[in-house]
């Protein structure tokens, strides 16, 4: 099963984006309700895409993320395609159109 990985540090993001050729990240917040209801959606869909890896990331944890990434809201969905970042998605999610995204990229990486 394709799991969230923890990361909570900057260096450890750093790592996780280069090691993995997709690599996606999930940044929320402790008390985002938005973030909680929309993480267990996100892990469903991304069981199909089992070559996507993924990692989580807790901005109250992390601190340094919102200006790593130049982020003002949580949640923020960014996929990187060997280290270029190629979605952002953030607070309000469309899961339909996220997926569609994630499906041609996916589709054009495999093939």
Known sequence: MNQFQALTSIDMID???????????YISREGCSVCHGLLPQVEDMMQDYPDIKLGHI????????????SIF????LLLFVEGKEYIREARIVHMDLFEEKIKKIYAHMAG
Request: hydrophobic share 55%.
């Open 58 to 69: 807790d901005a109250d944890e992390v601190e340094a993320v919102a200006g790593h990434f």
């Open 15 to 25: 790592a996780f984006i280069e090691e993995h050729p997709l690599a996606f990240l």
């Open 73 to 76: 809201t949580v949640p923020v």
